[in-house]
Each structure stands twice: as structure tokens, then as C-alpha cells.
């Protein structure tokens, strides 16, 4: 079932973009030379998933999807200051 405002083709054009991005950001994330380079990477992660399901839910009309990307923002968020406040307070 494909939308009637975007055409199949380019759903597949988007899908391959979101797909690279993150495989090549899961290469930094392995290959990180730091902890920071990590952290990161895996927030990029993050924010490409959130575009993903933006997207997902433009796509399919189903509006559900953004109220998943909205949770998977903020506990995104959440996790990045955890990280970095514990990063911050080993090195003290």
C-alpha cells in the first residue's frame, strides 16, 4: 500500500539512503577510536531511526509512527546526557 503523495520508486530511493547511513554510521560506531566517537555515533543512530519512522509514517499514512519517533526522541536525549555525564565524571 504506497502512499498517494510520494511514488513507490522513490520510497525505495529513501529507504536505501536511511539504510546506508546506518551502516556506515554502525561502522564508526564499532570502529570508534574513543568512547566519545562512540557515543556519538550511536546518537546518530538514533536520529537516523527517528527519520526513519518520520518518514515510515508519511509514507503509510499511519500516524502512529510519529508518537514512537517523539518516545524514541526524548529517551534518545535521555540516554546521550546519561552517557556524557558519566564520561565527564570518570575523567574527573
Known amino acids: ?4 503523495l510520494i511514488p ?3 520510497h525505495y530511493v529513501v529507504s536505501a539512503f536511511l539504510i546506508l547511513a546506518v551502516i556506515f ?4 560506531f564499532i570502529r570508534g ?4 566517537d562512540r557515543i556519538v555515533a ?3 543512530i538514533t536520529t537516523i531511526i527517528i527519520a526513519a519512522l518520520v518518514y515510515l509514517a508519511l509514507f503509510y499514512g499511519r500516524y502512529i509512527y510519529l508518537d514512537v519517533a517523539l518516545v524514541s526522541v526524548i529517551l534518545g536525549f535521555i540516554g546521550t546526557i546519561v552517557l556524557a555525564r558519566y564520561l565527564e565524571a ?3
Open 8 to 10: 513507490e520508486a522513490i
Open 33 to 36: 577510536p574513543t568512547v566519545a
Open 90 to 92: 570518570k575523567h574527573k
Open 42 to 44: 550511536l546518537d546518530n
Open 25 to 28: 554510521t554502525t561502522i564508526r
Open 1 to 4: 500500500m504506497a502512499s498517494a
